[in-house]
């Protein structure tokens, strides 16, 4: 039992530590590509009530979209090898409600590995967290002056 649960921890650390890693550069790069002397005019001249605002604020939005899909899709592939779901489909919604905290019961995942859905969900809070924060930060410099 104890050694199943170190096992559990040790997985759900390394998986935080790829995830954190995966998010971190995400926003990294999305803030470098934003950065640039030429984008930084352009933006801080957008109007976010115009049609350019808007494609622009999509734009982040699904960048920071696929960085969570990217994280999810992650742990659903080691609830997969792991043989903690049945399938593929199980192991995407259960990392899905897990990530994002909803948590329905209706998704099972063996008992051996249900910490690892834990973490997931730490995880998904604080990560969820950090992309709002990047995304008022990238809004604000859109707002008009």
């Known amino acids: 039992m104890i050694a199943m649960l170190f096992t559990q921890f040790a997985i759900s650390s390394f998986l935080v530590v790829v995830c954190v890693t995966i ?4 926003l990294f790069g999305l803030s470098r590509v934003m950065h640039t002397e030429r984008a930084r005019e352009r933006i801080e001249r957008i109007n976010p009530l115009s049609p350019r605002g808007t494609i622009f604020t999509l734009g982040v939005v699904i960048a920071i ?16 090898i ?7 489909e199980q192991a995407l919604y259960f990392s899905t409600i897990s990530y994002s905290t ?4 209706d998704a099972h995942i063996q008992l051996d590995w249900r910490l690892i859905g834990a973490f997931e969900s730490i995880l998904g809070v604080i990560l969820m967290g950090w992309s709002t924060a990047f995304f008022f930060r990238i809004l604000t410099r859109i707002d008009p002056h």
Not at 23 to 26: A, K, L, S, T, V
Not at 82 to 88: M, R
């Open 23 to 26: 998010h971190g550069f995400g």
């Open 65 to 80: 979209v696929m960085l969570h899909g990217t994280e999810i899709w992650l742990f659903a592939f080691v609830y997969l």
């Open 82 to 88: 792991l043989g903690a779901v049945g399938n593929f």
């Open 102 to 105: 909803v948590g329905y019961s």
